[in-house]
């Protein structure tokens, strides 16, 4: 293994040191390249001296994006720590679960999120942490080995169980690098960040790669479809990202038609297909639109559709980035042929070493041989080399860009006592893309409402299910499987 010495915010805290790095809606502040590596600086000393956590450590973060959040994260790739950003908006039991696979040495939350966490002595007020750091301008950066973890970004699994993806320091370069030729990224580059700070969206897409390249990042802490409107055309951005219900959201508001955001070079959508009109709403104020593909243990950046071939390569996810490999192996285990489909298999210097504690999950993950990332997803190859997603082999669906897994639901519904078998499926939804559809099985009368409790308690809001169809028998496949499609007619 190669030692890996990144330290990118020390980098341009000495080529431009004053020059602005962030800058936050909620309190106005501003901090420059030079002020976040000292910021940065100030927590690995703390960290390492009063805390006693160093290089491997587990640091659990329960917080929304702020300047010292993203200072935490310089911090963690000068000392080789590791950030668990998790998910606020899951139930207790789901942190829980969490919290005791990662096995935190400290849990840094924000005073609205204490209740998701249990008592103990590792608990720290992320205020209170920031306060007691000195800043300093002597860097700390100690070496690291490339592939040693820099996140663990925890995703929900096909089995109902959360997977630890370690997320590495060659992954976050190889990622910022396959961006950065792909949208033409640049020290003058300017966007707003609106995702969400606990899965890989959120860091990867394109708050990292643009503080690998110095640019400038408004960071807000929700998503405000007037406000983001408005900032993306006063700031002069020239690229953002989010997913169709967000873009939808703006097109939506009163303010659009007039709202001058010809300043942005594109928008990037992930997480679902965007609509067509959609694309075409845009397209009316000079805005192009890039759709791609990622995915948590694989870059994520792995595709995108140029945005001059929206409209003429309808649905599809465009073209491998540059430093991506790709194969699309049929039901033979070949090499499919053009518009044959086949599962999506990856390489590259972006892919995942394995799972947190999971090492069963990480083998099953990848090819015999351990040279390809297995998606799970089936996909088709045009004549022109452009890729378009068939079908999950893994039942996922996407509920506004939130990715929701069927069999983390039926665990959550098997603990009713009154449900005796159950399926979910994703189904059509106008404002979220998807939603949830449960069929159940009931061995006794139960109070839908008691259902929809049960679920609120055990799972995050987005993941429970919209609508709710109950069956005497869920059909099945000759193997004894529950067989989905047939659910289709319901």
């Known amino acids: 293994m190669k030692v890996w010495q990144q330290d990118w915010i020390s980098r341009w805290a000495l080529y431009s040191p004053d020059k602005t790095a962030l800058e936050e809606h909620e309190s106005g502040q501003t901090c420059t390249y030079r002020q976040l590596n000292q910021m940065a600086n100030g927590f690995v000393n703390l960290l390492n001296q009063k805390y006693h956590i160093h290089k491997g450590d587990r640091i659990v973060v329960l917080a929304e994006y702020s300047i010292p959040l993203i200072a935490l994260f310089s911090a963690i790739q000068k000392s080789g720590i590791i950030m668990v950003p998790l998910n606020y908006r899951l139930s207790v039991n789901e942190v829980a679960e969490i919290m005791a696979d990662a096995d935190p040495s400290l849990i840094l939350y924000e005073n609205h999120f204490q209740h998701l966490i249990p008592e103990n002595d590792k608990n720290l007020e992320f205020s209170t942490f920031t306060s007691q750091a000195t800043w300093s301008d002597v860097d700390v950066t100690q070496p690291v080995n490339e592939d040693d973890s820099l996140f663990i970004i925890y995703t929900s699994g096909t089995t109902g169980k959360p997977k630890g993806v370690r997320y590495t320091h060659k992954m976050a370069f190889w990622n910022s690098v396959n961006t950065s030729i792909s949208l033409k990224l640049t020290s003058e580059s300017r966007t707003i960040n609106v995702m969400p700070p606990f899965h890989t969206g959120g860091w990867n897409v394109l708050l990292l790669p643009f503080l690998h390249h110095g640019a400038y990042t408004y960071v807000c802490r929700k998503f405000e479809p007037e406000i983001v409107l408005e900032k993306l055309s006063s700031l002069r951005c020239t690229i953002f990202m989010g997913v169709p219900t967000m873009l939808s ?242």
């Open 249 to 490: 959201m703006m097109a939506m508001e009163n303010s659009f038609e007039k709202t001058d955001i010809s300043c942005l070079d594109y928008m990037i959508v992930g997480g679902e297909s965007m609509p067509i009109p959609l694309i075409r709403k845009y397209a009316e104020k000079g805005v192009a639109i890039r759709q791609g593909y990622g995915m948590t243990e694989v870059g994520p950046n792995l595709t995108s559709l140029h945005q001059d071939d929206a409209i003429r390569k309808i649905g599809s996810i465009g073209r491998p980035n540059f430093y991506v490999r790709h194969r699309i192996v049929n039901e033979e285990g070949k090499d499919a042929d053009v518009n044959q489909s086949g599962e999506l298999w990856l390489q590259g210097p972006m892919v995942t070493p394995g799972y947190w504690h999971n090492e069963e999950a990480g083998k099953n993950a990848f090819s015999e041989d351990g040279l390809w990332f297995k998606t799970g997803d089936i996909v088709r190859e045009d004549e022109d080399k452009y890729l378009y997603i068939v079908d999950r082999l893994k039942n996922m669906f996407i509920s506004g860009g939130e990715n929701v897994y069927p069999a983390e639901i039926e665990r959550v519904l098997r603990q009713i006592p009154e449900v005796k078998d159950c399926a979910v499926t994703g189904v059509k939804d106008d404002k979220w893309g998807e939603v949830g559809k449960a069929f159940l099985v009931l061995n006794a009368p139960v109070a839908e409402e008691k259902i929809k409790s049960f679920c609120l308690e055990n799972l995050a809001k987005f993941k429970i299910p919209k609508h709710f169809v109950y069956l005497e028998s869920l059909p099945r496949t000759d193997s004894g499987k529950i067989d989905k499609k047939a659910l289709k007619i319901y």
